[in-house]
């Protein structure tokens, strides 16, 4: 990813990266806690968000971004 790409974000915002859980892909339930991407903040209402580049995903050029909404929390829990 570079700057100016257009991406999407997990749930997670943050976690420690070097516990089990973390190493397995649960770092949802992180043994130090995990900082959540949403909570307290602006969410998908947010001009701008900072996190670590290990949970944003870069869409691709191909799908329009108001298309891409649904392919991520929101629409895969529905």
Known sequence: MKV???????WVGHS???CQR???GE???CDTGY???YVGRHGGFAEYIQLN?????KIP???KQEDAGPLLCAGLTL
């Open 16 to 18: 420690c990266g070097h």
């Open 61 to 63: 050029e191909k799908i």
């Open 22 to 24: 973390c190493i397995s």
């Open 27 to 29: 770092e949802n339930l």
């Open 35 to 37: 900082t959540p991407l």
């Open 4 to 10: 100016g790409d257009v991406v999407g974000c997990a």
């Open 53 to 57: 580049s290990k949970y944003a995903f």
